[in-house]
């Protein structure tokens, strides 16, 4: 393993983006200048930028630095497809301590190149520093939208249609399987030191975590898609949603958000959310209410939209679409019909970083 401070600041940034080409026609100038120059003629520019920080978003325990570079990108460029726009550049700064080497961090760029490829995005700058407390990764996405045709969280209107993409929850209960795991690891590895048993070493090597016939939960939860598939049917299809954003906090809590927004209630039914077979078999083994984990679990990275009613055929008839409620008046609520037909008000239970 090579450490970092062997090339210096300039040395690793030139290490790591030496080999990007510029793709897209709105990237003048990439890595290389003081800034990067972009040209967007006749068009709209979309701007989003995430922080996802060691111990509070990712745990290097159980996710490889290729796998989170994808994750980085993905939850960016998800961010810019929820605006009904399409990304074209990113920004990478990121804060390593001395553990991390020179091979991780080519890694974690190999998965953000990945990402950016599958979108055709340019990678155009970013910066790199020293940290004492853990891994720090900021993001930024670029994109770009024609004029009238990005889609805001407070266009939601009385009587459209309220839709998801994928199912939910999946994500979440991946993170719990990887949490358990990962308790059940460190405690074998505590029991062999306490009894000091040489077997502690060879413990830490061989573990084999029980994941068979669960691993649609752990990509949910590591290698997360952006929903650009979505956007691209509706436009062929000829359907603009009136809001939209994406469910990285959880449906719950992003309901809120376009309700709150657009001045609206809605009545969502929890017969229609959808949910993936092994979500439904993993909640049930961990004594745990599925629809609750679909609600309030975060990280789908799915689309949350309304289209006016008159869109039902369409949208209804869209593979990964499903339709889960309605809006409605403000002073109707924000209301989960149960599989029994009962009504409750439902709380926005959603992930909260700052909690």
Same mark, same amino acid.
């Given at each position: ?38 040209? #967007? ?143 059940? #690891? ?90 993936? #077979? ?78």
């Amino acid at each position: 393993m090579t450490d970092i401070s062997k090339l210096g600041e300039f040395g690793l940034i030139h290490h790591l983006t030496d080999n990007i080409a510029l793709r897209n026609k709105s990237s003048k100038v990439g890595v290389g200048d003081d800034c990067a120059v972009l040209h #967007y003629p006749d068009k709209e520019v979309l701007v989003t930028t995430d922080m996802l920080i060691e111990g509070v978003h990712f745990d290097l325990t159980y996710i490889d630095f290729r796998t989170l570079g994808y994750k980085s990108a993905m939850v960016n460029i998800s961010d810019i497809f929820a605006m009904n726009g399409t990304p074209r550049q990113l920004l990478v700064s990121i804060a390593v301590g001395k553990r991390t080497t020179i091979e991780d961090l080519e890694a974690f760029y190999e998965g953000l190149r990945t990402a950016c490829e599958k979108w055709n995005i340019d990678v155009v700058g970013g910066d790199t520093t020293s940290s004492f407390t853990g891994i720090a990764i900021s993001i930024t996405c670029i994109g770009e939208v024609m004029e009238g045709e990005a889609v805001f969280r407070n266009g939601a209107k009385e009587t459209d249609l309220v839709c998801v993409t994928g199912d939910l929850g999946a994500a979440y209960l991946g993170l719990q399987l990887l949490e358990r795991e990962k308790r059940i #690891y460190y405690q074998q590895v505590d029991e062999a030191k306490r009894k000091d048993d040489p077997r502690a070493l060879e413990l830490l090597a061989n573990f084999q975590p029980d994941f068979a016939g669960k691993e649609y939960l752990l990509q949910r939860q590591l290698r997360p898609e952006a929903r650009g598939d979505i956007i691209a049917r509706l436009k062929e299809m000829n359907i603009k949603p009136t809001s939209m954003m994406d469910i990285s906090d959880g449906l719950s809590s992003e309901l809120h958000h376009i309700c709150k927004q657009s001045g609206c209630g809605c009545r969502i039914y929890e017969k229609n959310i959808p949910i993936d #077979y092994q979500a439904a078999v993993m909640a049930e083994e961990f004594n745990l209410n599925v629809t609750t984990c679909a609600l309030n679990g975060g990280e789908d990275y799915e689309l949350l939209f309304t289209v006016p009613i008159g869109e039902y055929d369409k949208v209804d008839g869209m593979d990964d679409v499903k339709v889960i409620g309605h809006i409605t008046k403000p002073e109707l609520g924000i209301m989960l019909v149960a599989r029994d037909g009962n009504e409750f008000d439902m709380k926005a239970q959603g992930w909260n970083p700052l909690s």
